[in-house]
């Protein structure tokens, strides 16, 4: 069974590091994204400080969901969906594997490009260290989350857009305390609030590895029967 | 590629074949003169060149920064140039010289972008300003990485090379009115521009390095241009290789 | 591994797509070295059929079992289906996608015997994006030697193949039966197998309609 994890995961990881695999574009759409914010406000510097922790979240976010159509639906279309579904692996630890792979290629690329585009947005020092690691708990939510919406929008026409719409909600929870974490260190907020929302962020990703995969196999097994 | 008859094949194959005895015979020399420009500049440039009288040892940055950014836009002035003539002749070598154009733009661009951050720093005292230069570079950057993401999607040279050429060109259209557009909008905000260099009134003992250095720069833009043009080229014949190996 | 005693018992099966009744009442056996094939015109549900053994679509009414019974594997995991789509990455290479299905099912330590057996060893180091249809269709097929399972599921196995591959495949699917296993087939085409049995699938269709 551990065999067949790995499996599904380094295929998927070597499928999106190569040529056309798209592993590069969520960054790069992220950056888009982030440049696109001074262009439409303005370059004033301490507007941009200010708003800097939201914008990298949004960019975040918008990256994330750009890459969920990944998830399921190439393997769904070339036939592939129905021997991943016909093994030993059940078919949650199957969707935990793809999002791991997901995170490990979008989630985790896309935090380590955040402080370089926090550079872009004039984000204060002190927030860097805070954010980053708000990013690394509140990423693999997106990831996880992310799998409900692709699986219940496999073999959809323009699914992609679909999945967007249903799990944007869900992410607003993570939305919230990732930008909590990284404000609570630049601004005069009570001391408790930088602690207290990395734990309420750690606490939505721990309930996100469970229901996203359980949720996701549900509707990925009424989609495709 | 099988539809092809074999005298298509060949005549699709002597120009490259040509060009690769070519490109090898002078790669050796190109590569010895771009070493010794950009030893020649170096020296000038970190060595036996004043400090500026207000930016003081910073700005020697320049002599990196100004060759960087002026090869950023001949990359993309190349990769377009030779997109039109790829589109228009059908010329095999220029989808070639096209494609392996722009990693080396894209990473001049980057080096163009560090560099300015980088010299930004003592004087905005923040790593990115807004200014209009260093956002239409940004945006350049962007069109590379755009036109590099397409050749990556498409797996078939043939129909890669026209799309990414169609690209190529709406893209060198749009450079000057994004640029203009930038320039615009960062004169609604802050009327004067902060960030000033080069120009005429340059001092001679500045001129020299930073003349050597640009020339350096090119020569090692289109020794890299060569040396990735050849290996495309071999790489396309791999493929080639590897198909009719399919085939049997 | 030793396939004696198995069977394969469908019992008053019936199957609905989108509302459609595509068949009701069906029910047939399979034993262990026996080999079916379904016939019937387009749209009668041969490939549904497959697919719900499989477990890929689901089960209106009635029954299916596989003995003997196994409460470590669920049933879609002892059983091969080959379907219409090749389950192919363009970007892998032939033997990685052998290597990444022997790992899935659990199966095969070495990949080559089964590359070998559909004349894909010289293919090996090739990206799938490179192989012609009948190529796919091969490395396809090599699925059901990286797994061994008792049931072959294969819906049309011979489309895209020239008449040497069909016959290694023949070869193959006598030499599965010889050991035991099942082969439960959906073709146009006769596959040449002397001792299978033929199972009108629009015989049951018209009862439905009657």
Redesign the interface.
Known sequence: ?R??F???L??DL??AT????GGGMAVFFFLIVVTIVPLGIGPDLNLLAMIAPGMLWVGLLLSALLTLDRLFQADFE???M????????PLEALVAAKAVGHWLTTGLPLVIAAPLLGLLLNLDESAYPPLMLAMLLGSPALSFLGTIGAALTVGVRRGGLLASLLVMPFYIPVLIFGVGAASAATSAMPSGVYGQSLSLLGAVSLVSLVVGPVAAAVALRAN?? | MSTLSTSQRLQAFANPTRFMSLSGRILGPMAAVTALLLLSGLYFALLDSPPDYQQGETVRIMYVHVPSAWLAMMGYMIMAGASAIGLIFRHPLADVCAKSAAPIGAAFTFLALVTGSLWGKPMWGTWWVWDARLTSMLILLFLYLGYIALWATI?EPARAARGAAVLALVGALNVPIIHYSVVWWNTLHQPASVFRMGGPTIAASMLTPLMLMALGFTMLFVTLLLVRMRAEILRRRVRGL??A???? | MSHTATSLTITDLACERGARRVFDGLSLSLEGGEALVLTGPNGVGKSSLLRQI?????VSSGSISLAPADED??M??R?H?V??????????SVH?TAR??A????GAADVMPALDAFDLV??AT??V????AG?KRRLGLS?LLLASRVLWLLDEPTVGLDTASIERLKGLMEAHLEGGGMIMAATHLDLGLAQARHFNLADVARQVTA
């Open positions: 069974m065999r067949a790995s499996a599904v380094m295929r070597r499928l190569r040529a056309g695999g070339d036939g592939s129905d021997i991943l579904m016909m093994g030993d692996l495709l029967r | 797996e590897l198909l190996k399919a085939d049997m | 499989a477990g890929l679509v689901e594997h669920p879609a995991a059983l289906y379907g219409h789509l090749d389950a192919l990455k363009p970007a892998m990685e990444f299905w790992d899935f099912y659990g010289p293919l090739l990206p994006a490179y192989l012609s190529q699925r």
